[in-house]
């Protein structure tokens, strides 16, 4: 039986923070309280659950809070969601399905960090900051889409991330960090909203010979890797 009391005393006495979650309480579908705004510091670190709606309300994911949930397989954040902090769903090595809100700021060091089963990534425009390798050795991945907004890629954002093939970046982004794409070998396409001029313009590293960049893709629906949703 699920003991629905014992998960309501782990929130906060205004039930605004959910500081943590019981492993082996029965539930595998959690849907997160409208009242709470912030998920803690390891509040569901190592639990057996298998997905995790987040509503509007919540506002900031603390780091290792989802951290080696080995059953996790789906993530839905809301809209409201401005900070995921660091390591947050590292080692989540089922983790498949990943939506992330479009009020997304900050993105924490390695916080989804050796999820190899994610196959894409969808990033809002609103990400202002980020830390050293977000999506480090994520194996699964294939397909990136970053939305107008973002003026930089953080260093090593993408190291290790052997089968990505394709990403569209937004002609916003002025600055591509060091190691986005090291050991990205399976990288052919990149889909470049901007002009050649205006590519030529991004502080970056050079880019692998085997990388073809197209120009000038101003709609979503032109890059193929953005058709389908997760």
């Known amino acids: 039986l699920v003991d629905f009391k014992r998960i309501l005393s ?6 605004t923070m959910l500081h943590h979650f019981p492993n082996g309480n029965g539930i595998k579908d959690y849907v997160v309280p409208e009242t709470v705004k912030i998920i803690g510091s390891y509040a569901f670190r ?4 298998e997905s995790v709606t987040i509503p509007d309300s919540v506002t900031n ?10 059953e996790l397989k789906s993530v839905v954040m809301g809209n409201g969601v401005k900070s995921i902090g660091d390591r947050a769903f590292m080692d989540c090595t089922e983790l498949r399905k990943l939506v992330i809100g479009n009020s997304l700021e900050n993105l924490g060091m390695e ?16 990400i202002k900051t980020m ?3 977000p999506f ?5 991945l294939k397909t990136v889409t970053i939305h107008d907004g973002v003026t930089t890629l953080g260093t090593s954002m993408f190291i290790h991330c052997k ?26 396409d990149i889909y470049f909203a901007g002009t050649p001029e205006q590519w030529d313009a991004i502080s970056k590293e050079p880019i692998a010979s085997y990388v ?8 979503f629906h032109e890059y193929k890797g953005v058709v389908t949703e997760p």
């Open 46 to 49: 190592g639990s057996d659950i």
């Open 10 to 15: 782990n929130l906060d006495k205004d039930k």
């Open 131 to 133: 830390g050293l390798f």
């Open 136 to 140: 480090f050795a994520c194996e699964g």
């Open 212 to 219: 073809t960049v197209h120009f000038n893709v101003t709609h």
């Open 61 to 70: 994911i603390y780091g290792f809070a989802f951290n080696e949930c080995k």
């Open 111 to 126: 916080a989804f960090a050796n999820c190899d089963k994610i196959t894409r990534v969808v990033l809002p425009g609103t």
């Open 163 to 188: 089968n990505l093939n394709s990403i569209y970046i937004p002609a916003t982004v002025t600055t591509i960090s060091d190691h986005v794409f090291m050991n990205c070998t399976g990288l052919r």
